[in-house]
């Protein structure tokens, strides 16, 4: 049986008029069932008949992960780890922004990158996920946030924009994560606006082109360090990559006016927080382009890193701005719940 939610509209389309026999105004009327209203059981499609939905359930399912536990953060951060169909694990993080809130989205059980600072990473690559998987956290976070009163049925959806920051590398995932960001934005559907989306990555300069040409979204790329020998210390994997050849994909990205790329930057207490390291950080980036989101580690248990001083966090944005760069400390949101990067499912296993 096929999950409707893993068909694009295009591929909703031939469901509806190939297998359905269906007319072509059924297709915005699905749609519109699955992704607006986030109807779960087809017997809850009214402007259906009854021989229809009958026919659609025994050729189809709508199947949302299911929750299998939530954090609550003091801040207003809540993490919901959440189950597939197949008992796999993966997490969603929801951040509250002015009244609405950023999701941050899984794109695969696991990850092959194993990045020596990451929990995800830690737990090897699983699987990817499917675009109904991807979405499907979209649907679950929105009614949960529903549900709790924020945003109501007729006003804006509760979620503004989306990060696929959480677990799994997005580009190496690829055509999940483009089917899922032309959805998005759609009429009848979850209309989250255009370009409001950010994909948190390690860097691939072929995949970097492909989402550049689609315009569906800006990278965030996630640095963590000036120099190719360091960042082949802490990303041994993602710097296969050499540092030179990402950065000059990374001039080459299309950007609009006001648009920049960002680069998250990840500081590890003694390994790549001092100032010699920030003017290294300062010579690399094109000052013009991008900015920089420098984040505290968050320590975790039996990981051989430590989190740095807070004077040196500071002392290592001014160095930035010094140098003419664009630099934020961003909070770490969520700190009490662990809600870095794997660090819940990790807790669970
Ligand atoms: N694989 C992608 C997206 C998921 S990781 C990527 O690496 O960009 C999302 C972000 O969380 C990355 O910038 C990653 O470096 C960061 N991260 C991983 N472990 C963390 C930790 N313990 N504390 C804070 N950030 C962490
Ligand atoms: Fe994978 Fe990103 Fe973690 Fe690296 S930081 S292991 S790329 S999830």
Request: aromatic share 6%; charged share 25%.
């Amino acid at each position: 049986m096929i999950n409707l939610l893993d068909l694009t509209y295009d591929e909703l389309e031939a469901f509806v008029v190939e297998d359905l026999k269906q007319p072509r105004f059924r297709v915005d009327q699905l749609f519109q069932w699955l992704w607006q209203k986030g109807v779960r059981d087809f017997s809850d499609m009214t402007n259906m008949g009854k021989a229809l939905r009958e026919k659609m359930a025994g050729i189809a399912t709508i199947t949302w992960p299911g929750i299998a536990k939530v954090q609550e953060s003091r801040d207003g951060t809540v993490k919901l780890l959440l189950r597939l169909h197949d008992g796999k694990l993966i997490e969603t993080v929801l951040i509250p922004f002015k009244d609405r809130f950023s999701q941050c989205l899984s794109t695969q059980v696991g990850c092959a990158m194993g990045c020596k600072f990451c929990n995800t990473g830690l737990l090897g690559f699983e699987r990817n996920l499917t675009m109904g998987e991807i979405l499907g956290q979209v649907l679950v976070g929105r009614k949960f946030l529903l549900d709790k009163g924020v945003g109501g049925p007729d006003g804006p959806s509760p979620i503004r924009n989306l990060v696929y920051m959480g677990m799994g590398e997005p580009l190496l995932n690829l055509d999940n994560l483009l089917r899922s960001l032309e959805t998005l934005p759609r009429e009848n559907g979850l209309s989250i606006s255009w370009r409001r989306s950010m994909v948190s990555t390690v860097g691939f300069p072929e995949q970097l082109r492909i989402l550049g040409k689609t315009e569906l979204a800006l990278p965030a790329i996630s640095l963590h360090a000036p120099t190719q020998e360091l960042r082949a210390q802490i990303m041994p994997k993602a710097a296969r990559v050499p540092l030179d050849e990402l950065m000059q994909c990374l001039a080459e990205f299309p950007l609009r006016p006001r648009e920049r790329i960002t680069f998250e930057y990840l500081l590890l207490g003694g390994v790549n927080d001092s100032l010699n390291h920030a003017d290294q950080l300062a010579k690399l980036v094109d000052k013009n382009r991008v900015k920089v989101n420098l984040i505290a580690y968050n320590a975790t248990e039996g990981m051989p890193f430590s989190a740095p001083d807070r004077d040196q966090v500071e002392a290592f944005e001014k160095r930035l701005w010094h140098h003419g760069v664009t630099a934020f400390i961003r909070r770490s949101m969520g700190a009490d719940i662990k809600a870095a990067c794997g660090q819940l499912k990790a807790d669970e296993q």
